[in-house]
């Protein structure tokens, strides 16, 4: 792990996903929880979408950023239950060139002491695909205050020590 880090913050493009059938931007408080963290953080929003949680669509929505020069990080928040409308996971995964098995395993653990056993049911995952970091976390606002604060607002800073994910994630092209 040794040499992971820059000396200094450096601001990401990062795209914020709600997957939702009943959500609106009036109401995505969700989304527009890590739309602010991020900022508040010194990031720069790429782009922020809410979708149904259709299977297709989020491979679409995403695929298109992962494609892009410009998206470095993706947040997906919803659709990381065990309901019928919960495809999250089956939408996402394939699209990973490789799986950040700590993401999901660490935010369950977390969780863990905030809900107990019922954690279990979470399947948050993250992953890397085309040098791209994808962060699927469920669809509460609590759950997303809890990924961003206690994982990913450090994951996601170039001068956290001893690793971070900066160093995998593209540079900016468009």
């Known amino acids: 792990m040794g040499h992971c880090t820059q000396s200094q913050f450096l601001p990401l493009n990062i795209a914020v996903l709600t997957l939702s059938d009943t959500r609106s931007i009036e109401n995505d408080t969700s989304g527009q929880f890590l739309e602010t963290a991020l900022l508040e953080a010194g990031h720069h929003l790429a782009e922020r979408q809410i979708i149904t949680d259709d299977k297709y669509q989020i491979r679409s929505v995403i695929s298109q950023w992962v494609a892009s020069g410009n998206v470095q990080v993706i947040i997906t928040t919803g659709g990381t239950g065990f309901t019928e409308r919960d495809n999250t996971p089956e939408a996402v995964k394939p699209l990973f060139d490789r799986d950040i098995e700590g993401f999901g395993e660490l ?40 990924g961003w604060n206690k994982l990913l607002k450090e994951q996601l800073d170039a001068s956290h020590r001893p690793c971070n994910f900066v160093m995998h994630i593209k540079k900016v092209t468009d």
């Open 107 to 146: 935010f369950r653990h977390i969780t863990y002491t905030e809900l107990g056993t019922s954690t279990v049911q979470s399947r948050a995952l993250g992953g890397i695909a085309n040098k791209t970091a994808i962060f699927c976390l469920p669809g509460s606002t609590g759950a997303c205050k809890t």
